[in-house]
């Protein structure tokens, strides 16, 4: 079982930049791809981001693509996503999950979840 724990959102101006982690409790961390998902006020959760164990491989939803950047440190248990050039539409919270199945887009090929973490950005 995995415990995650996200941080580092906010309220930032359009145009800003933000690094979301994630701290996983566990010495299992690096057996799970991570993943990064936001729900905005009465929308569906929706994927983000999603990195595989090693961190060599990763993907993105369209509308976050030369944006956002995952990454993480095994050594450190932490999944990252650093938030470039945020837009008003970005706003959400953002959560971070553990991947356990394919595909890596779909919310039903992860077992754990964050808390979640809101970012707001304002025009």
């Known amino acids: 079982q995995v415990q995650l724990v996200e941080s580092g959102g906010g309220l930032v101006q359009a145009g800003a930049s933000l690094r979301l982690s994630c701290a996983a409790s566990?010495?299992?961390?690096?057996?799970?791809?991570m993943g990064w998902f936001r729900q905005a006020p009465g929308k569906e959760r929706e994927f983000v981001a999603q990195?595989?164990?090693?961190?060599?491989?990763?993907s993105y939803t369209n509308s976050v693509k030369g944006r956002f950047t995952i990454s993480r440190d095994n050594a450190k248990n932490t999944v990252y996503l650093q938030m470039n050039s945020l837009k008003p539409e970005d706003t959400a919270v953002y959560y971070c999950?553990?991947?356990?199945?394919?595909?890596?887009?779909?919310?039903?090929?992860?077992?754990?979840w964050g808390q979640g973490t809101q970012v707001t950005v304002s025009s």
């Open positions: 999950a553990a991947q356990v199945k394919l595909p890596p887009w779909s919310i039903g090929a992860y077992d754990y």
């Open positions: 566990g010495r299992t961390f690096s057996s799970y791809g």
């Open positions: 990195i595989n164990r090693n961190g060599d491989s990763t």
